[in-house]
């Protein structure tokens, strides 16, 4: 099933429901998860974007338009983590451990 099990909710009160419940603003399907997997999103300073890893790609969405989609991508071969600097304008870290024997790049 492709339930949407993955969600990043708003907490500010100016984007509450009336009931005063946080608004989910975004929402994708996640197989599976682990501990050295998390956090799944990451955030930059401004919360202008959203940043998620996704089979060999750091993908980019704009926060005031989720709905949009992906707003930039990063290719990198053997992707297994990555973190985003803190900063007006952030940098992506990324890590590709060793590959049948011959070293990560």
Known sequence: PNEKNLKVFALRSQDRDESGNP?????QPQ???SQDMWPLYQF???EEHMYRSVANEVH???TAAYGDGIAKKLRVKGLNTFAISKGPEPKVAVYCPESKGAPGS
């Open 23 to 27: 608004t989910e603003v975004y929402a």
């Open 31 to 33: 197989k599976q998860a």
């Open 44 to 46: 930059d300073q401004n």
């Open 60 to 62: 980019a969405i704009k």
